[in-house]
Structures are given as C-alpha cells and as structure tokens.
C-alpha cells in the first residue's frame, strides 16, 4: 500500500465548475500537510498547507482529518489557468516529504 | 522563482555510466533534500543533508550518494546508471526551524539512460 494515496485523474471539467481532491495517507506519525501543484515539465510548488481547522484561500479550500488520515482539496469556480497536476504531500519531522501520485486536472473552456 | 537552481537542465547517459547533478539552495537554507520523479508518478524521497550530513534516506539503493558542501549547495550522485533511473532529479531546500517544512523546488534536471 502506498504511504499517500489519491483519485486518480486525470479530471476534464469546465470552466466555473468545483471540483473536488480527495488523499488519504497511511502513517499517522505525519505531521504537516500540503497541497503542491505542478505544471507541465516544471517544478512542484506550493499550493497551500492543509490544517485540521480547514483553511481557505480564495477560491481554493484544503481540509485535514486526522482520526480518518484524509486530506481534501476543493477548488471553485475552476479557471483555464487551474490545469496542472495536483500533489498531495505528507511531511514528516525533519522534513522527509512523501508525495502521492499526483492527480491530473484539466479544465476546458 | 524560488531561488534554487540545478544544473545540468537535460542530460543523456548509457547504462553502467555514472552521473553527477548538482543543486544550489536558496540563500539562507541549510537543509537540502533530493527526490527523484518518474514519468506520471509523484517526486520519492531519496534523501536529505543537513550540515553536510546524511539525515534521512529514502528507499533507494547504495550507488545513489551525496554530498552538501559548506555554502550548502549539493550534489547527487548516480553509479552504474540503469534504464530505471530515467527521471526528473528535483532538489528541494529549506531552513531547518521553519515550523511548517516548507521547501522550495528547484527546477529539475531531467536524465535520460539509454
């Protein structure tokens, strides 16, 4: 069983469309939690840190249970500029990230 | 930009060769960790040095080894290559302390093993 495990994608949706990520992982020693993008051939960046109070950044939501060891992404109102693969990301002390497999979405005009 | 580069960008090695890559870390970062990141596949861990030493391992054999140097910039090292390793090479670094281990990405140097 892999450590971090998500949907699989890839998911094709419309523009104005919420779309939903969901991640669940295996070790429930982790201790922060995140949702990296990566576009195309570039570098994973940082989308946003996932706590168990749910946090919200624009039209992005990101919510952590730990009893379940679930982690969600919410997007709304999805823009063309949204494609990208979504990574959810477990760390642990000293910084050993551990990524899933990434989730591919494409949002169409 | 998140400050850290890697060279070389591209690179093309036969089996059995062996490869060097090498990361320069952002300014003020003395944590640098490497992941390798196959077609399709999320970044794995393969390891991180702190201070010049070792400091966590990932499932990845003996030939792949490294070393941080003073300023803190890195190099990973690949012997006796196989068509396995073909892949996205990423570094990562951060400052240790950081409280919620943010680390940013350089932009990769991809190899191909032929």
């Known amino acids: 069983r892999k450590e971090v495990e998500q949907d699989p994608g890839p998911f094709n949706v419309p523009e104005g469309a919420t779309v939903a990520f969901n991640c669940t992982y295996s070790n429930s020693a982790s201790q922060s939690f995140f949702w990296y993008r990566q576009d195309c051939r570039k570098e994973p960046k940082l989308l946003m840190s996932v706590y168990s109070s749910g946090n919200e950044d624009g039209r992005f939501t990101a919510q952590l249970n730990r009893a379940s060891q679930y982690i969600s992404l919410l997007i709304r109102d999805s823009k063309l500029s949204d494609s990208a693969t979504y990574l959810c990301v477990v760390a642990f002390q000293g910084g050993k990230l551990i990524f899933g497999q990434g989730t591919e979405l494409s949002v169409k005009p | 930009e998140t400050g850290v580069t890697q060279s070389p960008t591209h690179l093309i090695k036969t089996r059995g060769q062996q490869v060097t890559l090498r990361c320069s870390s952002q300014s003020g970062h003395n944590t640098v960790s490497w992941y390798q990141q196959a077609l399709g596949q999320g970044p794995q861990f393969i390891f991180q040095?702190?201070?010049?030493?070792?400091?966590g391992r990932g499932n990845f054999p003996p030939r792949f080894s490294g070393l941080q140097f003073p300023n803190y910039s890195s190099e990973l090292n690949v012997n006796a290559l196989e068509l396995d390793d073909s892949a996205l090479y990423l570094c990562?670094?951060?400052?240790?302390?950081?409280?919620?281990?943010?680390?940013?990405f350089g932009p990769g140097t991809r190899l191909t093993v032929l």
């Open positions: 040095y702190y201070r010049e030493e070792e400091n």
């Open positions: 990562a670094s951060t400052r240790t302390g950081l409280t919620y281990n943010e680390q940013f």
